[in-house]
Structures are given as C-alpha cells and as structure tokens.
C-alpha cells in the first residue's frame, strides 16, 4: 500500500526509491503484486537508482510464478527481448501462453506476433468468455466490448450490457465508463442520465481520462442536470493533465471567453 503511494503520489510526493523500498519489503515477504512492482520499477530505473534488468527478471518471474498474468506477460517478453536474461523464445511463448489462457489481449497479441500469426478474433472472444464465467473483471470487460463491436461474436447489445456490468461492478474503469456512456445514450438500456453520471464518477474517480471528460462536458451542458461549472473545469482538468486533447481544447476555450 505504501509503495503504491510513494509511487503514485498518494497522499506523499512522488518518490519512487521510498516506493521500491517498500515493495521489496512486502516482496520478501511473499506479495505477488509488490514481486511484479518491483520488477517495474527495476526494469524502468528512476533519478535516484538505476535499471537493473536482472533483479527485474528476478522479481517479476517470483511473482510469475505465482500465476499473476500481468507478470507472466512481462516474464514472456523479457525472456522475447533478452532482458535480464539470454533471450529464449519457447520460454516466452510458454510463459506467454500461461497469461493468454485468462485472456489477456496483450499477451495473445504478442504471442501471435511471435508466431506469425493473425489474431483469430473467434478464439480470442472465447478465451475471454472462460474467464469472464470464471468471475475475471478484465475478461468480462472484454466480452463486454466484443459484443459491443461484434468482434469475434455477433453484436449484441444485450450481452454487452450485461458482460459490461459485470465488470463495472467489480470495479473495473473501463468498463464503468463504456457502461456509463451507454446509459447517456440510451444504447441497449433506457437513456437515464443520472445513473451514466453515477458510472461516470466510479470510473474518473480511477483516473479514467474519458469518464473524467464526460463529467466535465455533462456538468456544462446537460439540460436534465443542474449546471454545475465548477464541477465541470474541476473534471476538465482533471482529463487534461492526463492528456486528454478535447478536456484541453475546452479548458483552453472556456478560459479565453472568461476574459470577455
């Protein structure tokens, strides 16, 4: 927990020295996540210690072995690259293959890549669906989207809705934002701006740049709301230090008509 917050900012200024300190300390003790973290950290180096691939293929295969997918991607690409080891492909596919069997798109991505082969879009939709049965929040999500776009299934707005959801209520940001814009637009459920506001607020409230955005364009422009404008330049904001060009367009904009 510490560690998150030195690395991130949270509730202390950035310090990401402090930040690896901490991991390494829960790392010990046997915490995949912090294994995984402070690999990260490791493999990326910061002002204050430098990269050290070795000890970040170290930590990061502690915590593969462990079955946590997003290390078990990194594993895979770090035995694909050579780094912090010899580089060897049949030991990134194997461990690539471990993080594709939950569904994990960047690992099929990169597996497929591997394997000079296309993505097959029917078996990706059905990896996913095994584990969004199995209760996995980013596989729901990504059942959720297929059904959304017909990607590797037929679309159907119903399924999305539902697989959407499903995320959503495990916490999942993406899924909570995609699930609000569908209930702002009145896409397969009965248009009710309030309960896409109330999506909208769980996902920026994570960070998510988009819900962030849409709450700031909704607080200034819904007509079923009352007008709110600072709670609009507070989410515009919000966005646009994330990067969000069109949050940075409308700052920019309502700042030069303030001065009229």
């Known amino acids: 927990m510490l560690g998150e917050m030195y690395a991130n900012g949270l509730g202390f200024k950035v310090n990401k020295k402090l930040a690896l300190d901490w991991y ?34 170290y930590w990061t295969k502690k915590a593969a072995e462990q079955g946590l997918v997003g290390a078990q991607l990194n594993l895979g690409s770090f035995y694909y690259m050579g780094t912090g080891i010899p ?44 584990s969004a049965m199995e209760g996995t929040e980013v596989a729901q999500f990504q059942v959720g989207l297929s059904y959304l776009l017909g990607k590797g299934v037929d679309k159907n707005l119903n399924q999305a809705i539902y697989w959407l959801t499903k995320a959503s209520e495990q916490g999942y940001a993406e899924a909570q934002y995609l699930l609000g814009l569908a209930y702002h ?17 769980k996902a920026a409230n994570q960070d998510n740049a988009n819900a962030q955005f849409s709450l700031g364009l909704l607080y200034a422009t819904e007509e079923s709301i009352d007008t709110d404008l600072s709670a609009s330049k507070k989410w515009f904001k919000k966005a646009a230090a994330q990067g969000h060009e069109k949050a940075q ?8 008509i303030s001065k009229y």
């Open 249 to 256: 367009r409308y700052l920019n904009f309502n700042e030069l």
């Open 24 to 57: 390494l300390k829960a790392a010990k003790k046997g915490s995949a996540v912090a294994q995984n973290n402070a690999g990260d950290l490791y493999f990326m180096g910061s002002e204050t210690f430098p990269k050290d691939h070795k000890k970040a293929f």
């Open 87 to 130: 580089k060897n492909i049949e030991k990134s596919i194997e461990w690539l293959s471990k993080a594709a069997e939950t569904g994990d798109e960047l690992a099929i991505n990169l597996l497929n890549k591997i394997k000079k082969k296309p993505i097959n879009e029917k078996y990706l939709f059905s990896l996913n669906y095994k």
């Open 185 to 201: 637009n009145g896409e397969g459920v009965v248009k009710d701006v309030h309960i896409a506001i109330s999506w909208f607020l």
